[in-house]
């Protein structure tokens, strides 16, 4: 990211806001592509040694057969994958993989490096033996195995998932954790998942009209329950049965598992047998003592199933320092459980001034957008911060905004504004500002 | 006009009949014991408890064979989640959440551990024994009395500390705590 490019010669015209901050159309503007002008061709005519002298050994032999399923490159491994964090103490500990998102690119986490938080380990179901029963208040109960799932119409749609406590760590650390951004923003990662519409199996039980809730159980050994509202499970809530355009991982619900768009992650009931159609709340252990955020007054939100507007840059990041001076490409992603991204501004003066960053199309709903813009850094500290704002006007707070309404203890729901600060030698640390 | 009306009545009619009869295009009709085997969830109103009860007297040797070495005892912590003591810590920034400090349904106690544990070997006691492990929880934390009954008829009337304290979120964070102004 260093060497690209350093030849490109910047305008003032071209500045957007202080410290650097370039207008996010100069890459799309300017011909910097490279510029590779065609080599002469040397007269190879003249010359009696092989031709492919100086080349590498796997241009010059067949190289491996196909594998049944693909992997990455052995190069890539242990560069590119997901971190798990150790259990703290016996094996109750919920165990969480995060995804190495400086490390990515796009938008779609490869399937292997999605977030993962299981609180009782990953059952390894038959589908043969898996069926998912709607009951309670609905006309007539049913079940379905995965076959027969597989039978109704799809949908196909790209989602973010995230875990609540993702960058719980900014709310009571009292100082900036220094980790690569596995800990402090890992818990997000986005994917294309397929599934049956959950109102497409409501309607074929009849579900009663005072129905408000849907009770949803995993088949795992804590059978993890929590509560969707009816309104939720009627909109857009799907039970999915694919992700990325292969079957479910085990590690993601296989054979099926409910996705709920927007919601917090522990609300997308993984290995799913169970929907108990009802008209209250079943205040499973999971929405009273975990995944309630402990306020400052000593009340709690609870069902905050709706996640906030966030956004962090990725690049660069606390795991990628600045080598040389020069102009960087600043990207990073936003997403807001609530709908689309409309904007995301950047600044490299710690928040004095900001520039609106390009935003990387399709926008989607409830998906993580990716932006860019371009950046001179000449040197100089700076702070990097991004703000996203979504399409119902919800802008990302700061951090103080954020604890002054919430104080410290609410371990889950963090969302605000993101500190990387970058020293003259382009060191970039985490920082509270 | 009128023709089309007919039409439409007459369509509206038909997808009437189609959603009284109930079918499903591939799924099939669950049984009682389909539902039983994959209903796990117990209500704070008492839908859904078992038959059985226990008492703390019955539940602490329970709990100090099946428990403690995650969980330790009301005196010395475990490594995991502490199930006792935090009272007056939420809302400081010392907050302990515990069954008694936290917990707002006493139904919930009951419902998770009969389901979830012990970790190694969760659904391997009797409702008797989760009921009085129930008991021993909630007589450690101060809520009830060492010998009172806990059963599907008494839990429900739990009233735990912390009921009281939780807010509900959806479909917006109340604007005293929203960041959205």
Redesign the interface.
């Known amino acids: 990211m260093t060497e690209k490019n350093k030849t490109l010669v910047v305008d003032p015209i071209d500045q957007a806001a202080g410290n650097g901050l370039m207008s996010r159309r100069l890459f799309l503007n300017s011909a910097f592509a490279g510029g590779a002008t065609l080599a002469t061709a040397g007269n190879a005519f003249a010359q009696e040694a092989v031709v492919g002298e100086g080349q590498e050994e796997w241009t010059l032999m067949p190289g491996d057969d196909l594998p049944e399923y693909g992997d990455v490159s052995r190069y890539e491994k242990g560069r590119v994958k997901r971190f798990v964090a150790p259990p703290p103490g016996l094996a109750t500990a919920s165990l969480s993989g995060r995804t190495p998102l400086h490390l990515l690119h796009g938008t779609i986490t490869p399937s292997g490096l999605h977030f993962e938080v299981t609180h009782h380990g990953i059952p390894d179901i038959d589908p043969d033996r898996h069926e998912m029963v709607i009951h309670g208040m609905v006309k007539k109960p049913f079940k379905w195995n995965v076959e027969q799932l597989e039978n109704y119409p799809t949908v196909s749609r790209q989602y973010f998932l995230e875990c609540s406590g993702n960058t719980r760590v900014n709310w009571a650390d009292p100082k900036p954790d220094q980790n690569f951004m596995y800990m402090t923003h890992g818990l997000v990662s986005g994917s294309e998942w397929t599934g049956v519409p959950l109102s497409t199996l409501l309607d074929e039980c009849g579900v009663s009209p005072d129905a408000k809730w849907i009770i949803a159980e995993g088949a795992d050994s804590g059978s993890l329950a929590r509560s969707i509202p009816i309104d939720k499970a009627l909109d857009d809530t799907m039970v999915a049965i694919y992700q990325n355009g292969e079957r479910l991982r085990p590690s993601q619900g296989y054979p099926m598992r409910i996705l709920n768009p927007g919601f917090e992650g522990n609300v997308s009931i993984k290995w799913v047998r169970s929907l108990y159609v009802t008209d209250k709340p079943v205040m499973s252990r999971f929405e009273t003592s975990k995944y309630t955020d402990k306020l400052h007054d000593g009340k709690s939100l609870q069902f905050s199933l709706e996640m906030d507007v966030k956004s962090v840059i990725t690049r660069p990041s606390n795991a990628l320092s600045l080598e040389k001076r020069g102009m960087y490409e600043i990207t990073g992603l936003a997403w807001s459980g609530r709908g689309k991204i409309a904007k995301v501004e950047v600044s490299a003066d710690g928040g004095r001034t900001w520039a609106e960053a390009m935003l990387e199309g399709p926008i989607q709903s409830k998906m993580l957008t990716r932006f860019r813009i371009p950046w001179m850094w000449e040197g100089r500290p700076a702070i990097l911060q991004s703000r996203a704002i979504d399409e119902f006007g919800r802008v990302q707070p700061s951090r103080k905004e954020l604890l002054a309404a919430r104080g410290r203890q609410a371990y889950y729901h963090y969302h605000a504004i993101h500190s990387w600060s970058i020293n003259a030698r382009g060191a970039v640390r985490h920082v509270f500002a | 006009m009128f023709l089309r009306k007919i039409l439409m009545a007459s369509l509206l009619l038909c997808g009437a009949t189609i ?1 009284v009869a ?9 049984t009682q014991a ?2 039983d085997k ?8 008492g839908e859904n408890l078992p038959d059985g009860q226990g008492t703390a007297m019955l539940g602490k040797p329970l709990f100090e064979e099946q428990c403690t ?2 969980h330790g005892t009301p005196e010395a912590r ?4 502490v199930l006792f003591g935090g009272h007056g810590t ?4 010392k ?1 302990l ?1 515990t ?1 008694g400090s ?4 006493a ?2 106690v009951f ?2 551990i009969r ?2 544990m012990p ?2 070997a ?1 659904m391997s006691m009797t409702n008797s024994e989760y009921y009085s492990i129930t008991a021993y929880l909630l007589y450690e934390n101060g809520i009830i009395g060492e010998g009172d009954v806990i059963n599907k008829e008494t839990l429900p009337d739990v009233k735990m500390p912390n009921a009281g ?7 917006e ?1 109340p604007e005293e ?4 102004k």
């Not at chain 2, 475990?78 to 989640?81: A, C, T």
């Not at chain 2, 939420?90 to 920034?93: A, C, K, R």
């Not at chain 2, 304290?165 to 479909?171: K, L």
């Open positions: 959603t109930q079918e499903s295009r591939f799924g099939t009709p669950a389909d539902i994959r209903f796990w969830s117990t209500f704070p109103d070495i995650c475990g490594e995991n989640d939420i809302g400081t920034d907050a959440a069954v936290y917990w707002p349904y139904t919930t419902n998770y389901k979830a970790y190694t969760p304290n939780f807010i509900m979120a959806y479909p964070v705590y929203s960041i959205q």
